[in-house]
Nanobody, 113 residues
Framework: VQLQASGGGLVQAGGSLRLSCVAS????????MAWYRQAPGKQRELVAT???????IYVDSVKGRFTISRDNAKNTVYLQVSSLKPEDTAVYYC????????WGQGTLVTVSS
């Protein structure tokens, strides 16, 4: 399994990006997929999860600003990040919660103030 995230970049505070993550090597994505992020000098944290049924869960710090979604036909998970803040600066990864697949390289989101 390979997880390839893309869509990151440098944005000003208040800006938006759409992150994508393609899971290759799978016939079906697992029931629950997630986005994580790791800020410089910090541990990786879970940001949001989405199930096959569309149920979503977000960490409090991104509620109302981030939206996770998935396209099972494309084995792709998305994260729409909006109203970005400097503290959202991090490398963003997708994976499945629990026993993870090998981590991809992630995509870097840098938010300037």
């Amino acid at each position: 399994v390979q997880l390839q995230a893309s869509g990151g970049g440098l944005v000003q505070a208040g800006g938006s990006l759409r992150l994508s993550c393609v899971a290759s090597g799978l016939i079906f994505m697992p029931n629950t997929m997630a986005w994580y992020r790791q800020a410089p000098g910090k541990q990786r944290e879970l940001v949001a999860t989405v199930t096959n049924g569309g149920t979503t869960i977000y960490v409090d710090s991104v509620k109302g600003r981030f939206t996770i979604s998935r396209d099972n036909a494309k084995n792709t998970v998305y994260l729409q990040v909006s109203s970005l803040k400097p503290e959202d600066t991090a490398v963003y990864y997708c994976n499945k919660p629990g026993v993870s697949y090998p981590w991809g390289q992630g995509t870097l989101v840098t938010v300037s103030s």
